[in-house]
């Protein structure tokens, strides 16, 4: 089934979509049950066998079919984007442009990163040919979050797509629309294709659930770092492979030689763009005591003009989640109760929906605030005394999803120091708009790497093939017509090859 079904909501087998600013319902769903994902895993296995077959090439002329459709039907996109999500409609055609780029660098580079290689087989194997061909794995289960709900699911559909691979996506409860949306358009554009390349089911935790149970041959998550390992955990009952991309509690560090309006400029927006709420958006900064002052009194006055709201002017949205709200109100209060400042914006701040830039100086790096995922338009910034302390303390998060360095000489060292997937050096978020780049994380950030080429390898299996071309008589290393001369000729061999070096 594509989850478009939507038909008038009975509780527990609906799920009902709401606009987060106004709370004007946008859409009803049918929520798919354990036999339901069943039937749409059946389908993408039975879709895989002709999507599998197809060329490189041939799947690149289907991605790129879908990419136009979705540009074609920009305007209504983003005009659903906005509503489910929250951003403001630029936002939301920066996403899909975003999402655009990646669909385009799978579709063209899936031929040259995943097309047959040829090996060397090496000297005691040299009358064989050797090979290495990568397989699609067949199903991959795609579960999705809402914060971008376009682009970041699409680390995953779109590489597993054109890695061969058919997809079926449980796009968060809180975007379900635009997640069909995508499904849609796909299907649209490729009539001729089977259905079930690449279709959707609907619902809540428990949908998602069933999906890591189902007869998926990998798992690719986006969402929190609770959520991922309870899905580590159930997929090891299937031995269900995981790539899990989770949550992030990014760090800057401003050294005393950045650009220091520019390191504003760029703080201000990575820390309270979507309303902060980006895996890899700002969360804390490490600035050096030189030109904090200078620092400081720049992001506040960036910030100070910056405010929610749905209408045109808005810079971000509202909170999309509503229980993130008091997540969001419970850090600022105990950055504050923990010798935190706030030098803008407090705990009368969250209005919900919305949440006004709320800058945190000199909290205890223990609090909430530093030490969990806010998720919000808040932002923490801490005096250091130069870049060993700041590394030290950027390195100390149990998270290491990115990163930004700003230093006008020494950015690219500081950036080696980093114990994280990606970073930005005098920018920020820079890495995620390089379709090239792989993105993911260390410790609780997430297992695996999206985008560029691991990203299309992640849903591969390596199928390594050994031809033997020609048998050498007596040499004959794997049977046991192996003669006695044969190993007298390789104890002489073995140490010209591997026992030389002093
Ligand atoms: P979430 O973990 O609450 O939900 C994510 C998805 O998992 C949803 O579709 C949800 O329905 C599903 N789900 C929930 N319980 C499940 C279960 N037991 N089994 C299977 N699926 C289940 O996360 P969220 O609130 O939607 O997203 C926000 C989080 O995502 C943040 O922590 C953010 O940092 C992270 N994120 C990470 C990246 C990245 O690339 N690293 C990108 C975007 C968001």
């Known amino acids: 089934m594509t989850s478009t079904d939507t038909k008038p909501a009975d509780h527990d087998t609906a799920l009902t979509s709401v606009n987060p600013a106004t709370g004007e319902v946008i859409g009803t769903h049918v929520i798919a049950d354990d036999a339901a994902v069943a039937a749409a895993v059946a389908k993408a296995r039975a879709a895989a066998a002709t999507w599998g077959a197809l060329s490189f090439d041939e799947r690149r002329t289907h991605l790129l079919r879908w990419s136009s459709k979705l540009v074609q039907d920009s305007e209504k996109f983003c005009e659903l984007i906005h509503a489910e999500n929250g951003k403001p409609l630029d936002d939301a055609f920066l996403e899909l442009m975003l999402a655009l780029e990646h669909i385009a660098w799978a579709a063209k580079n899936a031929k040259k990163v995943l097309g047959p290689k040829k090996v060397s087989p090496g000297a005691l194997m040299s009358n064989f040919s050797a090979r290495l061909e990568q397989r699609p794995l067949g199903v991959v289960g795609v579960i999705g979050p809402w914060n971008y709900p376009v682009y970041t699911p699409n680390g995953s559909i779109a590489y597993a797509l054109a890695a061969g691979n058919t997809v079926v996506f449980k796009p968060s409860e809180y975007s379900t629309g635009i997640g069909n949306f995508l499904a849609h358009a796909f299907a649209a554009a490729n009539p001729e294709l ?78 309270t763009a979507n309303s902060g709420q980006t895996c890899a958006g700002v969360e804390r900064v490490y600035v050096d005591r030189s030109v904090r002052e200078e620092f400081v009194a720049e992001v506040k006055r960036i910030l100070t003009d910056i405010k929610p709201g749905s209408d045109e002017k808005a810079a971000y949205g509202p909170m999309t989640m509503p229980s993130q709200i008091d997540i969001v109100r419970r850090h600022i209060e105990d950055a504050l109760k923990n ?16 949440i006004e830039p709320v800058v945190l100086v000199d909290v205890d790096e223990n609090s909430e605030a530093v030490a969990e995922e806010t998720f919000g338009p808040t932002i923490t910034i801490r005096t250091v005394d130069g870049v060993d ?114």
């Open 389 to 502: 302390e700041a590394v030290e303390l950027a390195n100390n998060s149990k998270y290491g999803l990115s990163s930004a360095v700003y230093s006008k000489k020494n950015g690219l060292d500081i950036a080696r120091r980093l114990r994280v997937g990606a970073t930005s050096v005098n920018s920020v978020l820079a890495f995620a708009a390089i379709p090239g780049l792989p993105f993911g994380g260390v410790g609780d950030s997430g297992i695996g790497r999206i985008h560029g080429e691991p990203g299309l390898r992640e849903f591969t299996r390596p199928h390594s093939i050994a031809v033997q071309r020609f048998t050498v008589p007596g040499m004959a290393l794997l049977s046991y017509s192996r003669t006695d001369s044969t190993m007298k000729l390789l104890r002489k061999l073995v140490p010209f090859l591997h026992g030389r070096h002093k």
């Open 339 to 354: 010798g935190g400042t706030a030098v803008l914006g407090g705990p009368e701040s969250v209005k919900a929906p919305f």
């Open 194 to 271: 089977p259905e079930g390349v690449f279709i959707t089911i609907n619902g809540y935790g428990e949908t998602g659930a069933a999906l890591v149970r189902s007869e998926v041959d990998k798992i690719a998550f986006t969402g929190s770092t609770a959520t991922g390992k309870r899905i580590m955990a159930a997929a090891a009952e299937r031995l269900t492979p995981v790539l899990l991309e989770c949550g992030g509690k990014d760090a800057v560090i401003v050294a005393a030689d950045a650009d220091i309006k520019a390191a504003a400029d760029a703080v201000a927006w990575g820390a």
